[in-house]
DNA sequence: AAGGTAGGCAACCGCCACACG
DNA sequence: TCGTGTGGCGGTTGCCTACCT
């Protein structure tokens, strides 16, 4: 622990600690011993709400000693970005939205939070969750139906090659960026263009149409 | 009605990347 | 540049409930 934490909060509403919430924290920090771990009570939800709706979303260690939950920073923001945070969307998958998840994860593979951010209101636990215990066994069901399975496997191979492929362009077109020399009319990245991709801006999220332009089902 | 089993989901674990001193 | 703390992510576990025998 080298960070200075002697502040008051600052203008963007971070949360900055002052000496005494500093001995707060030192109080009410567990142990692996004492830490309370398991399903949340609706206490325990109302007071990490409280504390997040006046402190915001940064410092998840803070946040937790700061609601007197014996609770660790990752179980708060856990807690929070599947459950608590405004505007989530629970259960009720809509056909459009799993035909979208599925052509993103045939794009993806599991990148599970990039995938939520194209879902909105879904948290990345939910697709993931969603996928195991739904859309794998119906992809497997469908491959057995169309006696694939061999063929399927041939093929999960070469994707997955073509993914790793894919992971290493993309971290080369954002270097590229970075060092200004993507862009032109001769960029070397193709059809897919990463920010295209994920640039929500102007678009109905559930509509399918963008999608059909990096990858069909 | 009771016990066993499977499915669904919430939460934890461990690793990694990044920020900061 | 290096060490440390923290947040974010994907994989996995374990509990709860519904269904079956």
């Keep these: 622990m080298g960070r200075k934490v002697d502040h008051d909060e600052n203008i963007k509403g971070e949360m900055i600690m002052k000496p005494l919430e500093e001995a707060v924290l030192k109080d009410m ?3 692996k011993k004492d830490v309370n771990k398991g399903t949340w009570t609706a206490e325990e939800d109302r007071k990490l709400a409280e504390v997040i709706a006046i402190h915001g979303t940064k410092r998840w260690k803070i946040i937790a000693a700061k609601a007197g939950l014996n609770r660790c920073g990752k179980s708060c923001r856990l807690r929070w970005m599947n459950y608590l945070r405004p505007n989530i969307k629970r259960g009720n998958i809509s056909e459009q ?3 979208l998840i599925l052509r993103l994860h045939k794009l993806l593979g599991n990148r599970w939070s990039l995938i939520a951010g194209r879902l909105p209101g879904r948290t990345d636990n939910e697709i993931k969750n969603y996928w195991n215990s739904h859309l794998s066994k119906k992809i497997e069901l469908k491959d ?4 694939a399975s061999e063929i399927r496997e041939m093929y999960v191979g070469e994707k997955r090659k073509v993914m790793e492929s894919k992971e290493i362009n993309l971290e080369v077109m954002k270097e590229e960026e970075i060092n200004g020399c993507n862009g032109g009319e001769g960029s070397p990245s193709g059809s897919f263009n990463v ?3 994920f640039d929500f801006s102007n678009e109905d999220p559930l509509n399918l149409e963008w999608m059909s332009r990096f990858v069909q089902l």
């Design 144 to 147: 057995r139906q169309s006696g």
């Design 195 to 197: 920010d295209d991709f």
């Design 29 to 31: 920090s567990t142990t």
């Design 97 to 99: 939205e799993e035909d």
